[in-house]
């Protein structure tokens, strides 16, 4: 079965350097989605992106943060400058065409951020 | 603003019993519902969506009802066995959200044998 791949699994960096994030989602998909988990807390979600647009974002995806669907394949988050309240478990998901509302998300197993 | 609440936070049952997980949400304009699995360091598993039109769907021994006037779900899952040890999460998909997710806490479930 086609599957959304993040790598890498586990990011250590230290506050206020950058940090890029990568997705490969299915191929046929149209829709692309990074959420994001803090530890203990529930999934968030950040920005939608179709047709090498952002659709939607939520309050937390500040001035700080950026996506990019560089190649027609991957698909980025790049956070600027990270805070210690950045680490977090950071989701990707894709969703495909046709029959709307009916299709489930598809996440990939995610990137642990540990900001020092 | 749409919150998706879950209810128990935690459960620990003997294996081979029957438990139901609470999911409520507070606004009933919504797409679809979802139950997803999360295993511990892991992604999302989705096992089930229900549409808004729809009042249940089954898989396996699983099963999901929505109630949207009341803005409540369930999940029902038969015969628990060890193996469905994990994390499960509900989540809506508002309307005019661009089809993003809104997530509730979850309810961790340990099925002991």
């Known amino acids: 079965e086609p599957e959304v791949t993040q790598t890498p699994s586990h990011q250590v960096t230290q506050m206020g350097q950058e940090v890029i994030l990568r997705c490969v989602p299915i191929?046929?998909?149209?829709?692309f989605y990074w959420y994001r988990q803090i530890l203990g807390q529930k999934v968030e979600f950040l920005v939608s992106?179709?047709?090498?647009?952002?659709?939607?974002k939520s309050e937390i995806f500040d001035d700080q943060f950026s996506v990019e669907r560089p190649d027609g394949s991957n698909f980025t988050l790049k956070i600027r400058s990270t805070k210690l309240e950045d680490s977090a478990m950071y989701f990707c998901?894709?969703?495909?065409?046709?029959?709307?509302?009916?299709?489930?998300?598809?996440f990939g197993a995610g990137t642990r951020l540990s900001v020092l | 603003k749409q919150e998706v609440t879950q209810i128990p936070a935690a459960l620990s049952v003997p294996e081979g019993e029957n438990l139901v997980l609470n999911c409520s949400f507070t606004?009933?304009?919504?797409?679809?519902l979802q139950w997803f699995r999360q295993d511990p360091g892991k992604g999302l598993t989705s096992l089930l969506l229900?549409?808004?039109?729809?009042r249940e769907q089954t898989s396996g021994r699983l099963n999901a009802s929505l109630d949207k006037s009341s803005g409540r779900s369930t999940l029902y899952i038969a015969a628990s066995q060890p193996g469905d040890s994990a994390t499960y999460l509900c989540?809506?998909?508002?309307f005019g959200s661009g089809y993003a997710l809104n997530f509730g806490k979850g309810t961790s479930l340990l099925v002991t044998p």
């Open positions: 998901a894709s969703w495909p065409p046709g029959q709307g509302t009916k299709n489930i998300q598809y």
């Open positions: 992106f179709y047709n090498n647009e952002i659709s939607e």
């Open positions: 229900i549409q808004s039109s729809q």
């Open positions: 606004d009933s304009a919504i797409y679809n």
């Open positions: 989540a809506v998909t508002p």
């Open positions: 191929s046929n998909h149209l829709y």
